[in-house]
């Protein structure tokens, strides 16, 4: 918190605006006392770097809690970042040495970026290779991972271990580069692999692919969320199917919202989590770009690839 109020305090900020996201919300008096300016607090959304408020109102800056910036993304006002990272004793199960060979890439999320560096010391020591990727634009940290962007994927390695909590982002990064991921609990030490799951997911988004087909009306949905604004791939999309499709703009893409048009189907060109990770939350049909591509048979089902926001600089 310190860094914090020291950046605030050149910036010169008297009055500032507090995001925190949905799991850290029951800390939100601790971390507003901890900070020195005078705090109001974001009641919106958290869901990343992408998702900061348009506006400020008369604050001198927002701290963000819980995700690292998006480097190729600016805003028109002073940000600054508290990353969480986790502090919890790392685990790992011997286990997993019977299961890696050659070079081994590493990745994480910033929660477990400490973990991930620590695991590459601990598996260089018992004479592995690690590698760690540096991902595009979008990505601030090597090895880093985005739910939008697995950048850092290194296509050469042996052997790929996710260090961190949770499926989908190794799920991701399997699907991107089209190999196994093990996943490496930092905290219980146990292992696991993608194979499965990412199998099970990509069968979902084939029979998503044939049931748009279906749809007579097609809604493109865009997100005003800076971060993941994807206007051109939107018009593009519309352009191309003119009389079928829609553009919508949606400040939040709620289920709610999208299946109270009543169209069958939708593509989806804000956060590529909603179709692949949230699709279940949905009645209505969601694809993405590259899926409703090869609905209209412009693309090859060999074409499918995972949705990703690239970095840009
Ligand atoms: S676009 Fe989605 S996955 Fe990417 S940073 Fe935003 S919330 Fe996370």
Redesign the pocket.
């Known amino acids: 918190m310190e860094g914090a109020n020291e950046e605030l305090a050149r910036l010169g900020a008297k009055k500032i605006l507090l995001q925190i996201p949905d799991g850290l919300r029951r800390k939100t008096d601790v971390i507003a006392d901890a900070l020195s300016p005078e705090v109001s607090v974001w009641g919106g959304t958290c869901?990343?770097?992408?998702?900061l408020p348009l506006d400020i109102g008369d604050n001198d800056a927002l701290v963000h809690v819980g995700?690292t910036c998006?480097p190729d993304i600016e805003f028109d006002y002073d940000v600054v970042y508290l990353e969480g990272r986790s502090t919890a004793k790392l685990n790992i199960s011997k286990d997993i040495y019977g299961a890696i060979d050659g070079k081994i890439a590493l990745y994480s999320t910033v929660q477990h970026l400490d973990h991930m560096k620590e695991v590459s010391r601990i598996m260089e020591d018992r004479g592995y290779s690690t590698i760690i990727g540096t991902g595009d634009p979008r990505i601030k940290y090597p090895g880093q991972l985005?739910?939008?962007?697995f950048s850092a994927g290194v296509e050469g390695a042996d052997a790929h271990i996710y260090v961190g909590t949770g499926m989908f982002h190794a799920i991701g990064l399997s699907l991107s580069l089209e190999k196994e991921v093990l996943i490496l609990d930092p905290i219980t030490g146990e292992f696991n692999s993608t194979t499965e799951i990412a199998d099970r997911m990509l069968r979902k988004r084939f029979a998503a692919i044939e049931s748009i087909k279906k749809s007579e009306k097609i809604g493109v949905i865009v997100s005003a969320?800076p971060?993941?604004r994807r206007i051109e791939i939107a018009e593009s999309l519309c352009d191309s199917c003119k009389g079928k499709c829609t553009l919508l703009e949606f400040d939040e893409v709620e289920p709610a919202l999208v299946d109270s048009f009543g169209w069958k189907g939708m593509v989806n060109t804000?956060?590529?989590?909603l179709a692949l990770d949230d699709f279940i939350r949905f009645k209505t049909t969601v694809v993405t770009p590259v899926e409703f591509l090869i609905a209209l048979e412009e693309l090859d089902w060999s074409d499918w690839k995972v949705d990703e926001?690239e970095g840009t600089l």
Not at 146 to 149: A, F, W
């Open positions: 869901y990343g770097a992408c998702d995700h998006l985005l739910g939008c962007n969320k971060g993941q804000a956060c590529p989590r926001i």
